[in-house]
């Protein structure tokens, strides 16, 4: 006689994106800006005053358990006129295998927002390309500085008012 192995767990077997989005409205309901949809992509908007209970709620809850931060990066929307930046978190459950994106709002006139490197240490080094690219200022990072471009070089290359033939010499 065979043996079958039969597993039951009380977690789903992971949560469709607008799910996800819909515990954040609930959890954090004046942080949420705007949930969008684009092309089956979720993205929860939010503001970056609480960035960090968002996150850790979203890496340390156990039937979210998004522990993997696949990239962080930054979009740099010159023309807006209330926000200029928005720094992207794309998050992934490797239990679950569900996957978020967070787009925290960063103004252009204060380009700070808390590092996320005590959730996941491999923030490290995508924060420094995000600050040494745009400009934005990780507060808590324990070592930001340019990764990218030399330490004395002027600007952020990433930034869509930055000269596309480069600085001028």
């Known amino acids: 006689m065979a043996v079958t192995e039969v597993r039951i767990s009380?977690?789903?077997a992971g949560l469709n994106p607008k799910d996800i989005a819909?515990?954040?409205?609930?959890?954090f309901p004046e942080q949420v800006v705007d949930v969008a949809e684009f092309r089956?992509?979720?993205?929860?908007?939010v503001k970056k005053?609480?960035?960090?209970p968002i996150l850790k709620y979203l890496h340390d809850e156990?039937?979210?358990s998004l522990d993997h931060l696949q990239d962080l990066t930054a979009v740099d929307y010159l023309k807006k006129k209330d926000v200029r930046f928005e720094v992207v978190y794309n998050l992934y459950s490797t239990r679950f295998r569900h996957h978020i994106r967070i787009r925290a709002q960063v103004p252009e006139n204060d380009t700070k927002i808390s590092s996320v490197v005590p959730i996941w240490a491999g923030a490290d080094w995508h924060e420094r390309e995000c600050y040494d690219m745009?400009?934005?200022v990780f507060d808590g990072h324990p070592d930001l500085r340019r990764i990218l471009m030399p330490?004395?070089?002027?600007?952020?290359?990433?930034?869509?008012?930055?000269p596309l033939q480069g600085p001028e010499l």
């Open 10 to 12: 009380i977690f789903p």
């Open 22 to 27: 819909e515990k954040i409205k609930e959890k």
């Open 134 to 136: 745009f400009g934005v």
């Open 49 to 52: 005053e609480q960035i960090i």
């Open 40 to 45: 089956d992509q979720v993205s929860v908007i």
């Open 62 to 64: 156990p039937f979210l």
């Open 151 to 162: 330490e004395d070089w002027e600007g952020h290359p990433l930034r869509k008012d930055y």
